[in-house]
Structure formats: structure tokens, C-alpha cells
């Protein structure tokens, strides 16, 4: 589909007759013999061309581009009544020859007019129909149109010089300066991978066979998972519907090079006349060409390994307001009232949690803090305002912690889980915990001596004195305590779970494509919101309630609030799973990880994706942002812990001690330390701010995005826990700094 460049070299549009793209290739570069099978096709009469050229006219024109129609219709010299004899008849577009798409402008046109795509039947002058069909330029979208999406593996070479072209672009990398041989070799996997799917795509079973196995092997170790899956795509029937395929058409590489090295690899496959990749490149690969010192094999591979290659520079320049919300004022009581404060059973609510130290937080306005309405957020109600009060004083009881002062760890582990322990959340307080199993229950403990009771029956509640102190105390009924309680109303496991903050509420979410919200009063379900069709792995409520997060399978994460059956924002972007959502402390940022080894940070308020993290090597499954909100740390199945710089949008430390999927990740109180739990059945305590101070800020050169990662893995990690064959799936800092995790006791 490279036609954008033909306007440049031929005074009219041209059409090469030939069904396939790769008539283009000649003019992109010069003539060359061996790339081109289908050139010698006789060209169709002008007839068609302008049967073909009227049609696209007319399409445009339906769709209201009219500065497009101006531009084309004088590119190609036609009257300017031509449209107008035209008539309804063009729509249908050409009915003999092919159709080739002529372009407005010279940029990526067929992004922003439409993709004519064209099935030429074997005959030379066989009757080829060409339908004209709009191509979403998102990548976001649920199911692209597949038809639309395959057929750029249309154009075709002789399959035999595959190997060739492959061998002679390897020879010339390994052959370069080692100062470039690093940024060149990024090329090999996306060139490996469309070279493959275009051989398939022709029905050349046998040599796709061959490539595969001649040069699998060559491929980073990072992308294993991906090859298994590409090792059985061997037909052309097996790529339809496939996810993973479709991800990787529709959305172009990413990869940074520094422009002496992009110089070089062009030089060289324009004296090769090597069209055949130059066409992939052009057609499937965003360089993102920078100034400056080329990179080296570790700075490189640090950022590499996501499904669609690294993140565009411009894709994390965008200001993200990283700073806390202002605290609102509530004066401490005197001693003597405190312990009636204590005693009322207001079902003290909301707390904000992981805020700075002590309740003496300044009480200037970060200039780094989205403003205070920035996003509406729900009214302080008296219970929260106690609550906000027991925080501050369990805060003042709250233990510093540091390399020398480690916290204590207390396990729970879920004994005889046979239900299959799939998801666990504290409350913030910790005086709940709940579980989401794999038999469809969500189970509800109580970890203080208090048991759980439920509200009484409404005609109870009738007989009850409303003006009495301890009205909040009299609606529970004495009948029902219990230590704990199990929740019926999903249909398939529960893989996310989460307390709200001022403890009312629990949300579940489940592989029925639900998320239910739970009353923690009546231990009934108020709402199951729909709106993923597929299993949902994460939910997470905003550190300030009401609003909450979703993702799952269906690649786009949405933002619900209680009260509304209908999602408020959707994030769609990724290009697999979103595995797991966080909530950033000001609640205006929503960090979403995913199984496409990338993570995303959206602004709530927009819905913009304002920045992309790649480096992980496989599926995401644990986000924490730091207290202070500046930075993130994120957990994959590759065991090692990333450390990113949210304002700076660069990765800023790496952890590596786990050898299994990390499921969990914890700042303390203060974010002095940085807990992570992993299936290895280890908790392990890193000297988060050792990790974060030793950032000089000037060393980022965000320019370019070089990052030295020091590797002192082994200077951070303070401590290493092993539990009794316990996979550690939650863990939870008390407000005084005690560390809980939990898991399932796996014998």
C-alpha cells in the first residue's frame, strides 16, 4: 500500500494492473527484477483507472472530505464536473482491471482516506472486484476488520528469495560496527515475524516452514511465547481470528534508532535493492529516529520486549500531575473525647490511604497536584472525618521504617483452599480480608475479635429509636455474627477483588464478564455492572471510593462510578489482556498492566493514555505506585521488579531475586520499602528509597531516553522471607507498618 510515494515520481496516478502491491516497489526505490513477480501483468485500460479514481472520489465525498476530493481531483487532472456525471453509479467501483488507491497527500493515506483492497484472480486479466472499505486507523478497535487486515500480506516476491533477502540483511548487521550491530538487530524480530505471515499469507506452506526454522532461532529469548504461537500458524485459514496475528498487523513495531544506524540499514538494502524488506519497514515498522550516540545492547534490551516494540518518545511527553490531593483540615480531639470516639461504632469510613507521613501533612498545595476539582470527588461525611481521626493517631504509632528497622510479616495462609484462592484484599484499616475463589464465591473474614453481622429486617429497623446515641450499634443484628461470610451471585471464578475505602463496600470481579458491588452491611449484591464481554481479571477501587477500574480479556479497561450502570470512561489501547488495574493516590491516573508486556498510565479525566511503560519481558500481574505518587512499580512473570519515573515517563531501577511470576507489590506507609510477593513463595523487602534517591534528575536524558540501570539488585534487597510452599498473592502494609500477605498453602 505504498502508493503514497507514486505521486512523487509519475505526473498522474498510476495503475499497475497488477493485483498485488508489489508493483509499487519499483517506484519506491529503482526497478529491480528478482522482487516483482507479477510486474509483466498488462495494465488495464485507462477506462478503469477512471472508473476506479471516480470511485474513491465518490467515497470521500460521501464521507464529507471534500478538501481531499479537491486535492485528488486536480492530482489527477480530472474536470471538476466530473463527480457530478459520474452519478450513483461509481460506488460500485471499477468492474475490470484493479484498482489501485491514489493518494492526496504523501503521508500515510491509506490510514486516512481508505484501503482499496484488491483479490485479483490468478488470470492475468482475470475480472478483479475492488471494494473500497474504510480502515479504522485505531488499534484499539475490539475486531478489526480482518479481510482489510490480512490483505497488506498480499503483496508477494519470489518466495524462494525470502531466505536470501533474510541472510543478506543478517550478513550486513553481523558485519557493522558493534556501536550499531545493537540497534540493528531490532529489526530482525518484526522483519522475521511479517516475512513469515507473508509466506504463509501466499500459501508458500513449505518455505514459511523453512524460514521458520532456519531462523526462529536467531530471535531475542524474550520472545519465545510469541513464536510457539506464530510456529502454528502454517495456513492461510489459521490467520483469520487469530488475536495475536491481528495485533500485530494493525499496529506498526516501534523501534528507536539512532539516525546513524537507520542511515546505514538504508544505504544498504537501497544498493541491495532489497524491496522486498524495505517494503515491511516502510509498511509495518514506526522508526522512531533520534540524534545522538547510538544505544547499547543493555540499554536496549532493558526497554525491549513488549508485543509492539517500544513506546514512541512523544507517547510519554505529555504533563502528568503526579502530586497528592490536599488533606482536608480536621482538627484532632482531646484525649478524653477519643476514646468515646473509639468506642461509637460509627462504621468509621474513608480513609485515603498511602499518604505521606504523619497527619501533619503541609498544608501547601503541591505544585506537581492536579487541582482539587480536577475530577469530582465525593463529599467527606461525618463517619469519614472519624475515621480520617483514627488515622492520624494509629499514624502517630506508625514505626519508621529503613534498612535497619525491617517490618514484621504476618501470613495468612488460607488453609484446604480446594475452592481454588484466585484473588485476596485487606481492608485499609486491616480489620477485614477478603478472598475470590475459583468456585465462584467471594468469602468475607473478620481479623479482629469483631464478628460480622448483617443490618436487621426492615421491620426491625421500624422499631428501632432513631434519636438514641447508639442507633448505629442497635441496627446490627446480634443473631447473625459471625467470623465470616461467603457471597453467591457470580458464574465463574473471581479473579479481582477490592474493599472500598470506607469499608460499605466490596467489589468482585469474575470470568463472567461481570463486576458485582457487595454491601459489607447486608452482605447482599447491589449491582453487577455489565460491560465486559469476557472475563475480567482486575477491579480496583479509587483510593477515594466511588469511582472504580475494571480490565480483562477484552483488552480495554473501563472506569465505572457506583452509581452508574454504565462505564465512564473506556481506556482501549492495549493489545492483550489487561491483567491488572491500580488507581494512582489522586485518583486522576488509572495504571493498567497487560499481558501485551507493556503498562499504560491513562488520565481518568480525559481518557488520553499519557504514558506507555515497555521493558517487561512477559505478562504483567502486579502494579504499586509509590505514597508520594512520583513513582511505579510494576511485577511480570519474568520475575523482576521495574521502577518507573512517572513524570519523566523513563524506567529508573529493575529488581531481580524472584525466580517466578511476581502477584504482588507494596510500598510501606512512608514508601521507605517496597514489598513483593511472588509464586516462588518468597516475600522479599527492597530499600525503595535508596532505589529512588540515588536518581539524579539531570542524568535523564529523556531526549533520547537513555538509561543507565545500575545493577545493584543486591545492594536494595534488604530481605528475603520464604513462606511453606505458600504462594504469596496479597500483600497489605497496616497503618502502623506491620506487613500482611496472604496466599494458599499449596502442599
Keep these: 500500500m505504498d502508493d503514497a510515494v507514486s505521486k512523487h515520481q509519475s505526473p498522474e496516478p498510476s495503475n499497475d494492473g497488477s493485483g498485488n502491491n508489489n508493483a509499487n516497489d519499483g517506484r519506491l526505490l529503482s526497478t529491480s527484477p528478482g522482487a516483482s513477480s507479477g510486474g509483466n501483468k498488462t495494465t488495464a485500460g485507462s477506462s478503469e483507472d477512471q472508473q476506479t479514481l471516480l470511485a474513491v472520489l465518490q467515497f470521500l465525498r460521501k464521507n464529507n472530505l471534500s478538501e481531499s476530493v479537491e486535492v485528488l481531483r486536480r492530482e489527477a487532472g480530472l474536470p471538476e464536473d466530473s463527480l457530478e456525471l459520474k452519478g450513483a453509479d461509481s460506488t460500485g467501483a471499477g ?3 484493479a484498482a489501485g488507491s491514489a493518494d492526496s497527500e504523501g503521508g500515510d493515506a491509506n490510514a486516512l482516506l481508505s484501503r482499496v483492497t484488491v483479490s485479483s484472480s490468478a488470470g492475468a486479466q482475470g475480472p478483479t472486484k475492488s471494494t473500497i472499505q474504510t480502515c479504522l486507523s485505531e488499534a484499539g478497535e475490539d475486531q478489526p476488520d480482518v479481510s482489510v487486515v490480512l490483505s ?36 530482525f524480530y518484526p522483519l522475521f515475524v511479517h516475512m513469515y505471515l507473508e509466506l504463509v499469507y501466499n500459501n508458500h506452506e513449505n518455505e514459511a516452514k523453512a524460514f521458520f526454522g532456519k531462523f526462529s532461532g536467531d530471535q531475542e529469548c524474550y520472545y519465545a511465547d510469541d513464536l510457539r504461537v506464530l510456529s502454528s500458524l502454517t495456513k492461510k485459514e489459521h490467520m483469520r481470528g487469530n488475536e495475536t496475528l491481528l495485533d500485530f498487523r494493525t499496529s506498526k513495531f516501534v523501534l528507536r534508532i539512532s539516525r546513524d544506524s537507520y542511515q546505514l540499514l538504508k544505504r544498504h538494502l537501497q544498493e541491495r535493492q532489497n524491496n522486498q524488506i524495505w517494503n515491511i519497514i516502510q509498511e509495518h515498522l514506526y522508526i522512531d529516529i533520534f540524534d545522538g ?5 543493555s540499554q536496549i534490551d532493558a526497554m525491549s520486549g513488549s508485543l509492539a516494540g517500544e513506546a514512541r518518545r512523544e507517547a510519554n511527553k505529555a504533563k502528568v500531575y503526579y502530586g497528592l490531593l490536599k488533606e482536608p483540615e480536621i482538627e484532632l480531639p482531646l484525649d478524653d473525647e477519643d476514646e468515646e470516639a473509639e468506642n461509637e461504632e460509627g462504621k468509621p469510613k474513608k480513609k485515603k490511604p498511602k499518604k505521606d507521613s504523619m497527619g501533619s501533612k503541609s498544608k501547601k498545595q503541591d505544585p506537581n497536584a492536579p487541582s482539587q476539582n480536577r475530577i469530582p470527588l465525593p463529599e467527606l461525611k461525618d463517619s469519614d472525618k472519624l475515621d480520617k481521626i483514627m488515622y492520624m493517631k494509629e499514624a502517630t504509632k506508625r514505626i519508621r521504617l529503613g534498612p535497619e528497622n525491617l517490618p514484621s510479616i504476618c501470613f495468612y495462609s488460607f488453609l484446604n483452599a480446594y475452592q481454588g484462592l484466585t484473588a485476596v484484599d485487606f481492608t485499609d484499616d486491616s480489620s477485614l480480608i477478603a478472598g475470590g475463589f475459583a468456585d465462584s464465591t467471594v468469602r468475607v473474614w473478620s481479623v479482629t475479635p469483631k464478628k460480622l453481622r448483617k443490618v436487621k429486617s426492615a421491620a ?20 447473625t455474627a459471625s467470623e465470616s461470610k461467603i457471597l453467591y451471585g457470580h458464574s465463574g471464578p473471581v479473579y479481582g477483588i477490592s474493599f472500598s475505602p470506607d469499608r460499605n463496600y466490596l467489589l468482585s470481579s469474575s470470568e463472567d464478564g461481570t463486576i458485582r458491588l457487595w454491601s459489607l452491611q447486608t452482605f447482599t449484591c447491589l449491582v453487577g455492572y455489565k460491560g465486559h464481554n469476557y472475563p475480567v481479571w482486575d477491579t480496583q477501587f479509587s483510593p477515594h471510593g466511588y469511582y472504580f477500574v475494571s480490565g480483562g480479556h477484552d483488552r480495554v479497561a473501563r472506569l465505572w462510578a457506583t452509581d452508574h450502570y454504565q462505564p465512564l470512561r473506556m481506556f482501549s489501547g492495549h493489545l492483550a489482556d489487561i491483567t491488572c ?3 494512582h493516590p489522586n485518583s486522576n491516573y488509572v495504571a493498567t498492566g497487560s499481558s501485551d508486556r507493556t503498562i499504560r498510565l491513562w488520565d481518568v479525566l480525559t481518557g488520553n493514555c499519557v504514558r506507555i511503560f515497555t521493558g517487561h519481558k512477559g505478562p504483567i500481574h502486579a502494579l504499586a505506585f509509590s505514597p508520594n505518587g512520583k513513582f511505579l512499580a ?10 518507573w519515573d512517572i513524570g519523566h515517563g523513563l524506567m529508573v531501577g529493575e529488581l531481580k531475586g524472584h525466580t517466578d511470576t511476581i502477584y504482588s507489590l507494596k510500598f510501606s506507609r512512608d514508601g521507605e520499602i517496597l514489598a513483593s510477593g511472588s509464586m516462588d513463595n518468597t516475600v522479599r523487602l527492597w530499600d525503595a528509597m535508596k532505589a529512588f534517591d540515588d536518581l539524579e534528575t539531570d542524568d535523564f536524558t529523556a531526549a533520547t531516553g537513555h538509561i543507565h540501570l545500575q545493577d545493584n539488585s543486591q545492594e536494595l534487597l534488604l530481605g528475603t522471607y520464604m513462606t511453606k510452599s505458600t504462594p504469596v498473592i496479597h500483600l497489605h502494609f497496616t497503618r502502623r507498618n506491620l506487613l500482611l500477605a496472604a496466599g494458599a498453602y499449596n502442599p
Excluded: W
Design 95 to 97: 468492474s475490470g482491471g
Design 152 to 187: 497488506a500480506y498480499s503483496q508477494q516476491g519470489d518466495p524462494a528469495l525470502y531466505d536470501v533477502y533474510y541472510s543478506s540483511l543478517k550478513r550486513f548487521i553481523e558485519t557493522v560496527l558493534d556501536c550499531h550491530k545493537a540497534e540493528l538487530s531490532q529489526v
Design 293 to 297: 550516540m547510538p544505544r547499547s545492547k
Design 460 to 479: 426491625d429497623l421500624n422499631l428501632i429509636d432513631k434519636e438514641s446515641d447508639d442507633v448505629l450499634e442497635r441496627i446490627m443484628d446480634e443473631k
Design 581 to 583: 488495574t491500580r488507581f
Design 634 to 643: 510494576s511485577g511480570a512473570t519474568d520475575g523482576r521488579v521495574l521502577l
